[in-house]
């Protein structure tokens, strides 16, 4: 029985399609198709009913799929074992923020790359919050704050945040020097999270309203620099702003709390080595090494520190 048969397999029943599973294993359409005939011929059942609008799992199926996926796990590790130390091979399925990770995190996946030829990354960037184990990911470096999941998280490092407003927007409304005060303010936001401020050790839950919106943080911060009002930002995105001028860090008496990057993954006793590398060399990176979750624990793709 080939393993490749069983992968694909796995893939389109999680994936409910033969079109999202080809995307996933990075293969054409007719090679997945190909492969579940192939399998199906050598089982003697149908694991798949086929329609125009997909493919749901038997019976069958769906017993087998528990059975095959544990195989490709246990295979996976075995081939891991017996690699030459430092060797990463197969693929790796990164999902990473739009706002941090083409200037924050690519160049550590090409270095990746670079240092392991026979490893193929594939890298989505959104600041949409996916779903890892529907959507077939191997892990997501994510931002901001935790929010409960069953995924295992690891931090690689802090997340430093400001509250801040363009000088013309000052002029205008003020600057709010308490939380209180902030709430009466235009907020710009990327849905109706809270925001967050320390007051020394206790943390102050906001509400704050805005006429708004956003899911990307480069969007937030052109919004900002318009003056149309007040946005929490990562420092790491707004450095060349503070430093000129156009935005102006408020409330500083009541800072952001330092939230975290983290990598996360689908729960599993051992991570696989290509997660293991990938975490390592962003601790290298970012310089905090902190197991920091436990393992119930999942990081909000949100860039604006809900």
Known sequence: ???????????????GGVTPAARRLGISKSMVSRRLVGLERELGVQLLARTTRGASITEAGATFRDHAARAIAEIDIARETILPAGDLRGRL???????????????????MARRHPE???????????????????????????????????RKIGPLHAKYVAAPAYIAEHGAPETPDELTTHEALMQATEPWFAL??????RMRPQGRFKADNGAALI????AGIGIAVLPVNLIREHLEAGTLVEVMPRYPVPVHGIYV???????PVRKIRVL??????????AEEGTGSS???SARSGLA
């Open 222 to 225: 052109a919004a900002v620099l």
């Open 1 to 15: 029985m080939d393993i490749d048969d069983l992968r694909a397999f796995v893939e389109v029943a999680d994936a």
């Open 93 to 111: 399925r990164v999902a990473a923020p739009l706002s941090f990770g083409p200037t924050h995190f690519a160049h550590v996946l090409a270095d």
């Open 279 to 288: 975490t390592e060399m962003l601790i290298e990176c970012f310089g905090e």
């Open 199 to 204: 007051d020394g050790d206790q943390v102050i």
């Open 119 to 153: 490893l193929h990354i594939h890298a989505s960037y959104t600041d949409r919050h996916v779903d890892l184990i529907a959507e077939g990911f191997d892990c997501a470096i994510r931002v901001g704050k935790l929010n409960d999941s069953n995924l295992i998280a």
């Open 297 to 299: 624990r999942d990081a």
């Open 264 to 270: 996360v993954r689908p729960p599993g006793q051992h």
